[in-house]
């Protein structure tokens, strides 16, 4: 096992939900129950998750975003400056597969961090749960400072009003930053030890349809990269030595869909010139492209996490397909600095993926197996 995160099996964050929590979440919805009957059953829930985390051999222990409607929006409504709204035309991108719930984040004054967050509290609660068992390491995931910048300036629905909020666009990206160098101090001082920002924006940058969009009115994509690069760099400055702060870039994952397509090649460069300790990366199929990207990674600090698994679908990969994969990569990363993982959550909005959760767990014992061949042989 790896003796620091990301560990060399590790998973990006949410797990499926079991049947009474979603029975609880429509009770609340409906008014049958109180906000304090719903957080006791979703502590319910969150202390078998990580008990069966555990069980599975997992070191880096989440709450599997079960107090979560989406794996971005529930985050980012409760910063200051941010509110949550219902578009009129629904949300604002297009999955392949089935349409995500309508709605968003928009900016309606300067954006803080919000001390009185509620995902510290949910932390504590994980971290609690977690215990002092030696090996496992409660992890907290949250999106990333580019969400806002993606939703604001490459695919605002015309709500937006961040150019009457930030006449001058640069004091926008430095409070994205001071919000996110707020967010870090915040969790590490609640006992985080293992963060991870969740990011779509860099799939949005890659996929050749997007780019062209973005081209079509007057915007670099580029140049929109180094921005990127830019502000996460400016949030990590001050991050502590004991604190290990990974990414995950996410093509898309709503009930098995998705959003983006197009290899790590157009932003290889300014996606690696960020100073995360650990990417995860999607790997699981054609639309991701090969590993030549991975010639730009040059951290040796840092580790990849490649998702060659999907978690999208129950069938189970091939042992030494896979196996072959991890093997191609190291033309690139040396075997130390690979890990393993799905490539994305299995339930990124609350419904969660098409399969079951016993084939979710199926997947999960399937990538220790590999883990053991490929890394104690």
């Not at 990969?317 to 093997?327: F, L, M, N, T, W």
């Amino acid at each position: 096992m790896a003796s620091r995160p990301p560990f060399r099996t590790d998973t990006v964050g949410s797990y499926l939900r079991p049947a009474f929590l979603h029975q609880a979440r429509r009770d609340f919805a409906q008014g049958k129950i109180d906000r304090t009957q719903l957080t006791q059953i979703e502590d319910r829930a969150i202390l078998d998750l990580v008990e069966q985390q555990k069980a599975a051999g997992i070191q880096a222990i989440t709450d599997g975003e079960f107090r979560r409607g989406f794996w971005h929006i529930d985050f980012l409504e409760n910063l200051h400056g941010i509110e949550g709204y219902t578009p009129d035309a629904g949300y604002n991108q297009t999955f392949h597969g089935k349409a995500a719930p309508a709605y968003n984040i928009r900016a309606t004054s300067r954006i803080a961090f919000n001390p009185e967050h509620p995902f510290l509290a949910h932390f504590d609660f994980l971290l609690k749960a977690v215990g002092d068992d030696e090996g496992n390491l409660a992890k907290a995931t949250i999106p990333s400072p580019t969400m806002i910048l993606r939703q604001e300036i490459l695919a605002n629905d015309g709500s937006s009003r961040i150019h009457d909020i930030y006449p001058d666009l640069a004091l926008f990206y430095q409070d994205l930053a001071q919000t996110y160098r707020d967010a870090i101090q915040a969790f590490y001082t609640h006992g985080c030890r293992y963060l991870q920002f969740d990011d779509t924006n860099w799939a949005f940058l890659i996929d050749a349809d997007k780019r062209k969009s973005l081209e079509a009115k007057g915007i670099n994509p580029d140049d929109i990269a180094q921005i990127c690069t830019r502000i996460i760099n400016d949030a990590l400055r001050d991050k502590p030595d004991d604190l290990i702060v990974t990414t995950h870039i996410c093509r898309g994952n709503h009930a098995s869909s998705w959003l983006f397509s197009g290899g790590y090649e157009p932003v290889a460069e300014a996606l690696f010139a960020t100073h995360y300790d650990g990417f995860f990366l999607e790997y699981d199929s054609e639309r991701s492209g090969d590993f030549a990207p991975l010639r730009h990674w040059s951290n040796t600090n840092s580790q990849i996490v490649l998702g060659l698994i999907t978690s999208k679908f129950p069938e189970l990969e091939q042992a030494e397909q896979i196996k072959a994969r991890i093997h191609e990569a190291t033309r690139y990363v040396p075997l130390e600095n690979l890990c393993i993982s799905p490539q994305c959550g299995f339930a990124s909005t609350e419904e969660g993926n098409k399969l079951t959760a016993e084939e979710q767990w199926a997947k999960i014992r399937f990538l220790k197996e590999i883990e053991h061949q490929v890394w104690a042989s």
